[in-house]
C-alpha cells in the first residue's frame, strides 16, 4: 500500500507540472489583428474568418474556410444578406491583367503571385467581378495587407484567401461539374453560449467536491489524532506520521520552482509539438486519468462496500491493494484506453473532462498548501507565469505560446487532453470553450485550504473563508468569460482574473477577522493538545485525592 501510494504521490506532482501548459481560457479566434500590419484609410477592416459555401449544379456542397482581407468592403454577418453567384476561373489565373472575358457580377477565382492583392482586387472588379477568392500557394491562411506606397484603395469588392487544398478542391468542382455558385459570410460569434455556463458549473463544481473531500479527510485524520494523543503519550510520533500519511504540503521553494520548471515543460512542448509528443502526452493523461478515476470511484464505493474496502491482498509491486480497487480497477483502464482510441470522435469530451476532473479531484487531495504564505507565493507566481506566456511571450515568439500549446496548432490534433473542454453549442463557427487545468488546480489548492482551516476551527459558513473563497473564485472565473467574448475569442489568461479576486478575498477577509498572522504561518487554529488536557486532568485528580 505504501508503494501504491508512493507512486500517486509522485504522480501527483507530475500532473502540477503538466496542468500549468493549459492554463487560459480559449473559444477560438474569428477575429484577429497584427501589430505589424498598421491600418489606414480603404486599408482598416479587422482579419475575419469568412466561410464560403458551395452549390453544385444547384445541391448544396462542401463549406470551406478562408480570411477576409484588410481592404474592400466590410463582408456580410448574416448568411440570410449573404448573395450567390456564380463562380469562374481567371484568365489569366493571377489576373495581375485584365481577364479575357467580361465577368456579370461572378466572383471570381484567382490564384496568389506575380502582383499585389490590391492589384488583383481592383482588376475584378474593373472586370466586373462581385468579389475575388485568392488562393494561396501554401496550406496555410495568409492574412492580406496594404502596402505602405499604396494609394489606389477604394476597393468596392470583398476578398477572400482560402488555403491551397480548398482551391484544388474549388477547381476540380469546376472541372467536373457545369456550375459552381458561392456565398460568402462570416458570422459573429453569440455574446454567450451555453457551453460557456457549463464550463463554468464544471469548474466551480469540481473545486467544490474536492474542497469538501480535502476537509473530511483532514477532519478525520484530526479525530484520529486526538483520540491517539488521548490514549498515550507514547502514540505521539505514529500519530503524526498518520495525520500525513499520503498528503503531501508545498513549501515556498517548491511553489517557485514549480512554476520555473513548468515554464521550462511548456517552452519544450512548444518546441517540439508534433503528432508523436501529443500522443505521448494522451498516454501520460491516461495514466493519471486511471488512477485519479479509481481514487474517486473506490472512495465512493466504500461506503456501500465497506468490506471490500477493508480487505487486502498482495500484488506484486503495488503491495496491499483492496478487493475494491481490483475490482474498479479494471473499468477504469478501460475507460481511458477507449477515450483513447476514439479521442476523435464528436463525443470524445465527455470522456476526456470525466478523466480531467478525477484526476483534478484525486490531486487535491493528494497536494495541500499548509499555510496562507505558500499559497500567496504560488497564486502568485502562476499569475505572473500565465499571464507572460499567453501575452507576453508574443513579443518574443510572434505568437501565444500558451495558445498555440493548448489548441496543439503544431500537432495536426485537437490540442492537448491536459484541458476541460464543451462544445459550443450555438456558435457558427463550431469549436470548443476550454479551459486549463491549472486555472481550476491552483485555486482550489487555495480553496480547498479554506475549507480545512474552517472546520478545524469549527467556524460555519458564515464565518469561515471557503464560502468568500469560492465566490470570489466563481467571480473572477466568470470575469474571464466576460472578457474572452468582450476580445471576440481570443484567448485569455484565466489567472489573470481569478488570483486577484480569490487571493485577495482571503488576504482581506483574514486581515479584517484578525485571522491573517495565523493563516499566514500555521495554516491551522490554535487547539488546546487532547493530550496535555489529559494529564493536567490526571494531576489535578491526584492533587485532589492526596488532600483528602
Not at 469546376?174 to 458561392?182: A, D, E, M, T
Not at 486555472?439 to 458564515?462: C, E, M, T, V
Amino acid at each position: 500500500m505504501d508503494l501504491q501510494r508512493l507512486c500517486c504521490v509522485i504522480l501527483a506532482f507530475a500532473v502540477v507540472l503538466f496542468v500549468c501548459f493549459s492554463s487560459s481560457v480559449t473559444a477560438g479566434d474569428i477575429v484577429h489583428d497584427d501589430d505589424d500590419a498598421p491600418k489606414k484609410p480603404g486599408c482598416e477592416n479587422d482579419f475575419v474568418l469568412v466561410k464560403v459555401q458551395t452549390w453544385v449544379d444547384g445541391v448544396e456542397d462542401a463549406e470551406f474556410v478562408g480570411v477576409g482581407a484588410r481592404f474592400g468592403p466590410k463582408i456580410v454577418s448574416k448568411e440570410k444578406n449573404a448573395h450567390q453567384s456564380h463562380l469562374t476561373l481567371s484568365d489569366p489565373p493571377d489576373c495581375c491583367t485584365a481577364p479575357r472575358k467580361q465577368l456579370a457580377r461572378d466572383v471570381i477565382m484567382v490564384h496568389r503571385g506575380n502582383c499585389r492583392f490590391t492589384t488583383k482586387a481592383n482588376v475584378a472588379e474593373a472586370a466586373g467581378a462581385s468579389a475575388v477568392l485568392i488562393i494561396n500557394n501554401q496550406k496555410e491562411l495568409y492574412k492580406m495587407v496594404c502596402e505602405p506606397d499604396e494609394t489606389d484603395l477604394d476597393i468596392k469588392i470583398p476578398a477572400v484567401m482560402l488555403p491551397q487544398e480548398a482551391g484544388a478542391s474549388l477547381e476540380k468542382m469546376l472541372r467536373n461539374s457545369s456550375s459552381v455558385s458561392v456565398q460568402l459570410y462570416s458570422p459573429r460569434r453569440p455574446l454567450v453560449d451555453i457551453a460557456e455556463v457549463f464550463l463554468w458549473l464544471m469548474a466551480v463544481g469540481t473545486i467544490l467536491c474536492a474542497s469538501y473531500w480535502s476537509a473530511w479527510s483532514a477532519r478525520e485524520a484530526a479525530i484520529e489524532q486526538d483520540k491517539l494523543l488521548k490514549d498515550a503519550s507514547d502514540e505521539l510520533t505514529n500519530a503524526k506520521d498518520g495525520g500525513a500519511s499520503g498528503v503531501v504540503d508545498i513549501n515556498t521553494t517548491s511553489a517557485v520552482l514549480f512554476v520555473v520548471i513548468a515554464s521550462c515543460f511548456l517552452v519544450m512542448l512548444y518546441k517540439l509539438m508534433s503528432y508523436w509528443f501529443v500522443e505521448l502526452l494522451v498516454v501520460l493523461f491516461c495514466i493519471g486519468g486511471v488512477e485519479g478515476l479509481q481514487t474517486c470511484l473506490v472512495a465512493l464505493l466504500s461506503r456501500w462496500f465497506k468490506h471490500a474496502g477493508e480487505a487486502f491482498i498482495k500484488v506484486p509491486f503495488f503491495g496491499a491493494v483492496s478487493y475494491l480497487t481490483l475490482a474498479v480497477s479494471p473499468f477504469c483502464i478501460t475507460f481511458a484506453v477507449v477515450w483513447a482510441v476514439y479521442r476523435d470522435v464528436s463525443f470524445a469530451w465527455i470522456g476526456q473532462d470525466i478523466l480531467g476532473i478525477a484526476l483534478i479531484i484525486t490531486v487535491l487531495q493528494i497536494v495541500h498548501i499548509p499555510n496562507l504564505k505558500v499559497g500567496t507565493v504560488l497564486l502568485s507566481c502562476a499569475f505572473l507565469y500565465d499571464i507572460f506566456w499567453v501575452f507576453v511571450s508574443k513579443k518574443l515568439f510572434h505568437e501565444s505560446v500558451m495558445i498555440v500549446v493548448a489548441r496543439g496548432d503544431r500537432s495536426g490534433q485537437d490540442g492537448i487532453p491536459m484541458l476541460l473542454k464543451i462544445p459550443r453549442m450555438f456558435d457558427p463557427w463550431g469549436g470548443y470553450s476550454i479551459i486549463g487545468f491549472g486555472d481550476i488546480l491552483l485555486p482550489g489548492l487555495l480553496i480547498a485550504f479554506s475549507l480545512r482551516y474552517d472546520w478545524l476551527a469549527k467556524k460555519n459558513i458564515q464565518t469561515g473563508y471557503f464560502l468568500w473563497a469560492m465566490f470570489a473564485y466563481g467571480l473572477g472565473l466568470l470575469i474571464t468569460y466576460v472578457a474572452l467574448n468582450l476580445m471576440d475569442g481570443h484567448g485569455q489568461p484565466a489567472l489573470l482574473y481569478i488570483v486577484p479576486f480569490t487571493l485577495g478575498t482571503f488576504l482581506t477577509l483574514g486581515r479584517k477577522r484578525g485571522d491573517l498572522k495565523n493563516l499566514w504561518t500555521r495554516g491551522v487554529p490554535e487547539r488546546p493538545c487532547p493530550h496535555v488536557q489529559h494529564e493536567h486532568s490526571q494531576e489535578f485528580a491526584q492533587e485532589f485525592n492526596e488532600e483528602k
